[in-house]
């Protein structure tokens, strides 16, 4: 069964407690990494000035205590673990965290499904590793 690492539960430590809770049950059935939990405005600002963000400090998700979005990546055994460029499979680990949120309770958005219309080809910014709680 996979398992987080440190790095990845000390970045999930700082989320929302249904965040917690998801990813908590995603990682039991599919190998995953936390890369981002909250970010300070230090982060937030790389983050936006590299083009990973189009929000600005201290209006991300992220930004707040705990924060309210995560950035969750599928993790494979083989070098690379992360495949940015492989979006096939990004897709396929949304849909199962989706369905984990589902049986769960717990409400969230995605980063490749920004306006929640299940439409996937009409994004203009797609933060594929993103996941937020809606509250």
Request: proline share 5%; with cysteine.
């Amino acid at each position: 069964m996979p398992s987080f690492g440190t790095r990845s539960k000390n970045n999930l430590a700082t989320a929302h407690p249904e965040l917690q809770r998801l990813f908590n049950e995603v990682i039991k059935g599919y190998d995953c990494a936390v890369i981002c939990g909250h970010r300070n405005q230090e982060d937030q600002d790389k983050a936006y000035n590299e083009g990973r963000s189009r929000i600005k400090y201290p209006n991300s998700k992220h930004n707040k205590q705990p924060s309210q979005a995560v950035d969750v990546v599928p993790w494979f055994k083989n070098k690379p673990n992360i495949r940015w460029n492989d979006s096939k499979k990004f897709y396929h680990f949304a849909g199962y965290v989706q369905g984990v949120a589902d049986a769960l309770g717990i409400t969230i958005r995605w980063g490749g499904n920004w306006d929640g219309d299940d439409e996937l080809l009409d994004q203009t910014f797609f933060d594929l590793p993103h996941f937020e709680i809606k509250i």
